[in-house]
């Protein structure tokens, strides 16, 4: 890849696309931070305790905490031992949403999490390793008159971690146990109005079946769900960057078919990332919408997966061929080395994703970590996946490295030169550190921008205005990998100065602008006559080594 | 006054469990937040504004919150969670575009304005009342817990939901304890007219304290002594707590608190105890146990020169006391 349009562009211009471009991306942010609303709301319920009289049920009755048909309620367990109440016939009975509220299709996923409270009682322990089984059954119902129709029904069992923070005497009972949060349920979609969550704790003393698992007081549901409002301004932003990224993709693969030879590995490298950036871009979401597809939430980790692994091959090649050492690249298998970790750690990751989202799809209840084998088995895959993270970062660093030695390496033979490969070396050299210097400016502002909306509240009040930080965080950092892509795809494009346009100022190169452009034809014709510029290079860089 | 119906049984199951914790909290104290304390109502013309006064202002009106809380999630009323003047602004829609205000919100909400309305006076006392029934509020809000859920890319941390949750009731209490004992005394009380100078001056002097202290205007009456006037009992035939394997320090000294430092002797009466054993228990309801027999040893407070033992009977749940008289 050679004459690419940032060479050749004046500092003018240069400064002009960089001032557009932040813009823009001062645009994403604020567009986060000051039309979105926060991107998820967490909705606490607190089952209700229904009274299931009946001893042999034919047919699933179901339970509601609220409005019509309510259930037979209990306001605490010490009414039911008084009235002879047994733990079988306890039905915890939540309604999402809460009363006069419905669900949207623009919430996008819902996933619950479940807490016990659990009263420490002298002689009724928690014990070591307790399991906790759960036969839940979950419907659904679109009007609040129709009946209960049912989605999933399950028996989960989940391990209780639990531990007792003040001393284990008599007066601290009736104190609750402090327990990790337990993952319930995740649903890929929100196509319905009322949901209603039915759960039974059964206890079989042969089986030992929820037994010691200690005095259960109360179970607490928090759901999860993204706003509506961000919903709406994320697909809004999608619906406006895919049509930018394409034309700017289509110009650019124009471009390189306009030259006469085929194009180089980077030029390819660069397209395909525009292509991984486009597919994530696509608001496919818009049919969320409109149909039930819970697969979405899935298909959305896939997307990103394929264009992280985009991002990372595209750095490792980009510095692989700037790397200056006079070896032939130029093709794929050059980079197996570190191409493979990016690729079996992102596989790694799938297979795990497909464990946990995958099987969600058939059983919203299911969870890879309630079960010990399955928990070695994500740990395994997350540790293998991170392996493969350390792995591609030891081979970048060392990358970036080798062409920064390469790079002094060079500047002190440049003058030595003659001007067709001075001008070529520079060219490269300044590439590359553009590059290098964007990339790293984009991913130090990610990196600043998740720890402050990690450690944020949430949201900064200015004034009159509410900044939501978290919002603004999704949009920008979003906006930015977009228009990182959009800028690489413009600025690395292949320039067409040579066809006369003769206005070089040359911020890189330094040598008089008259002499400039016939030398400049003339190297910019052998490359595009030889495949690549790195034959030439290679042996007459070898013999100016020499 | 269809609201109040709505939310008044909450509220005065949010009111008794606050006078329930202040009962656990001060059992090992000379004063041990009697019946008689639940009495907020402004008629009293006795009404005292010490220390205690403060603690009892706080839990209740945190209970009060607390109970409302815990029933919005539980479904029980209508417009909770949804503050539309809080996110139906922007937007416009509330729930569905930016989601509600969490339920605690509401609880403050509705609890300021039921246990702030029963105070009707504009005296100093009003003020302190008003200010330690948010210093309440702010103890649950003080003791809440935040909670993060990660739920990024398979479940990574790129994307995550932060909320605040309810801690037990007892953390609330505990907390209160805490203040009270740190409590501020303000002297308003000599010369306090009701002219608007006054007022003025007692607004100025509650606004310049932090809203999460208790404030008191007056000291404590000595709580040894029966007190009729005051309706005070005194801590004669009140048991304390001795020689216990896993008491803090505070109940250690219960008994020197109580007793000792009020005048009174310690008797200490053995009484056997039949109490339920080796239960199966499940999580709910169903016990099936066995009754044991130990012997537990307790000890009161009698006055000096008449320490024997007598016939006294306390009971719990499932426990009963058969006393055996001190040789």
């Known amino acids: ?546 | 006054m269809l609201a109040y119906l709505i939310y008044s049984s909450s509220v005065a199951a949010g009111a008794q469990s606050g006078i329930e914790e202040c009962k656990y909290q001060f059992a090992w104290d000379r004063w041990n937040c009697p019946e008689r304390a639940l009495q907020l109502s402004t008629h009293s013309s006795l009404r005292s504004a010490n220390r205690e006064t403060a603690f009892v202002h706080a839990i209740s009106s945190a209970g009060v919150m607390y109970t409302l809380t815990r029933n919005c999630s539980l479904g029980d009323f209508d417009n909770c969670g949804c503050d539309d003047s809080r996110n139906g602004q922007r937007g416009g829609h509330g729930w569905l575009w930016g989601g509600c205000s969490d339920n605690v919100g509401f609880g403050e909400a509705i609890s300021k304005q039921f246990v702030d309305a029963l105070e009707t006076g504009q005296d100093a006392r009003a003020a302190m009342n008003l200010h330690n029934n948010e210093a309440g509020r702010k103890a649950v809000k003080g003791t809440m817990q935040r909670t993060c859920k990660c739920h990024g890319v398979s479940g990574s941390c790129t994307t995550q939901t932060c909320w605040l949750q309810l801690p037990e009731f007892r953390e609330v209490g505990n907390y209160l304890k805490e203040k009270y004992h740190r409590a501020l005394k303000v002297d308003l009380l000599r010369g306090a007219g009701n002219s608007a100078a006054s007022r003025g001056a007692i607004a100025e002097t509650f606004s310049s304290i932090s809203r999460k202290e208790l404030v008191h205007l007056e000291d404590s009456p000595d709580y040894c002594l029966e007190n009729r006037t005051l309706g005070l009992p005194g801590t004669e035939g009140r048991e304390c707590l001795k020689k216990g394997k896993n008491l803090s320090k505070w109940e250690k000294r219960s008994c020197k608190r109580l007793c000792g430092e009020c005048g009174l002797a310690v008797e200490e009466r053995k009484a056997e105890m039949v109490s339920s054993c080796n239960c199966k228990f499940h999580w709910c309801c169903a016990v099936k146990c066995e009754q044991c027999r130990k012997t537990v040893t307790k000890y009161f407070c009698v006055k000096k020169g008449i320490q024997r033992g007598r016939n006294e009977s306390a009971g719990s749940r499932r426990k009963s006391l058969r006393l055996k008289k001190k040789h």
């Not at chain 1, 009322?194 to 042969?206: A, F, G, Q, S």
């Not at chain 1, 970590?369 to 081979?395: K, N, P």
């Not at chain 1, 070529?424 to 991913?443: D, N, P, Q, S």
């Open chain 1, 1 to 546: 890849m050679a004459g690419a349009i940032i060479e050749n562009m004046s500092t003018k211009k240069l400064v002009i696309v960089g001032v557009t471009l932040l813009l823009f991306q001062a645009f994403a942010f604020m567009v986060g931070g000051l039309i979105a609303p926060r991107p998820t709301t967490a909705a606490h319920y607190l089952a209700t305790k229904c009274v299931d009289t009946v001893k042999h049920r034919q047919e699933t009755k179901w339970f509601m905490p609220w409005g019509h048909n309510q259930c037979d309620k209990i306001r605490t367990f010490d009414e039911a031992t008084a009235k002879k109440i047994e733990a079988n016939n306890i039905v915890f009975a939540v309604h999402i949403p809460l009363p006069n509220k419905e669900m949207s299709p623009w919430f996008q996923f819902m996933l619950v999490i479940l807490q016990f409270d659990i009263a420490f009682k002298m002689l009724n322990q928690i014990d070591e390793g307790a399991m906790v089984t759960i036969d839940v059954s979950l419907a659904y119902r679109d009007d609040s008159f129709s009946e209960w129709t049912e989605m999933a029904h399950s028996f989960e069992q989940r391990k209780l971690n639990c531990n007792f923070t003040t001393a284990k005497t008599f007066e601290n009972e009736g104190r609750y146990y402090e327990c990790d949060l337990l993952p319930f349920m995740e649903v890929g979609s929100v196509a319905h109005k009322y949901y209603l969550l039915n759960i039974r704790l059964p206890i079989n003393e042969r089986k030992k079946v929820n037994v010691g698992i200690g005095e259960i007081k109360d179970i607490r549901l928090v759901s999860i769900h993204q706003n509506g409002g961000f919903t709406k301004v994320w697909f809004a932003m999608k619906t406006f960057l895919t049509p930018s990224i394409l034309i700017i993709m289509i110009w650019y693969w124009r471009r390189i078919t306009l030259m006469t030879r085929p194009p180089v590995l980077l030029e390819k490298v660069i397209l395909a990332l525009g292509i991984s950036m486009t597919f994530i871009n696509i608001p496919v979401e818009w049919f969320s919408i409109g149909f039930n597809w819970t697969w979405m939430l899935l298909f959305g980790d896939i997307r990103q997966g394929i264009f992280y692994s985009m991002l990372l091959s595209f750095w490792i090649i980009f510095c692989g061929e700037h790397l200056m050492d006079q070896t032939e690249r130029n093709r794929l298998s050059v980079y197996w080395k570190q191409v493979v970790p990016i690729v079996f750690g992102s596989f790694c990751l799938f297979i795990f994703d497909m464990c946990e989202r995958g099987v969600q799809l058939t059983n919203p209840f299911y969870s890879i970590w309630a079960s010990e084998v399955g928990t070695e088995l994500a740990m395994a895959f997350i540790i293998v996946a991170g392996i493969c993270a350390c792995l591609y970062f030891l081979f970048l660093c060392f990358m970036v490295f080798q062409v920064f030695r390469n790079i002094s390496g060079k500047r002190t033979s440049l003058p030595a030169m003659s001007k067709a490969r001075r001008l070529h070396y520079e060219g490269l050299i300044f590439r590359f550190k553009f590059l290098m210097l964007v990339t790293l400016a984009c991913a130090a502002m990610t990196v600043i921008f998740f720890i402050i909306s990690q450690v944020n509240e949430g949201h900064w009040q200015w004034g009159e205005h509410t900044v939501q930080v978290n919002s603004a965080f999704f949009t920008g950092v979003y906006g930015m990998w977009n228009l990182y892509v959009f800028a690489i795809m413009f600025l690395y494009a292949p320039s067409h100065k040579r066809y006369g346009d003769d206005q070089s100022s040359g911020q890189c190169i330094t040598g008089d602008a008259g002499a400039n452009s016939g030398e400049d034809t003339q190297l910019t014709t052998t490359i595009t006559h030889v495949d690549g510029p790195t034959k030439i290079y290679k042996m007459t860089g070898k013999e100016a080594q020499e």
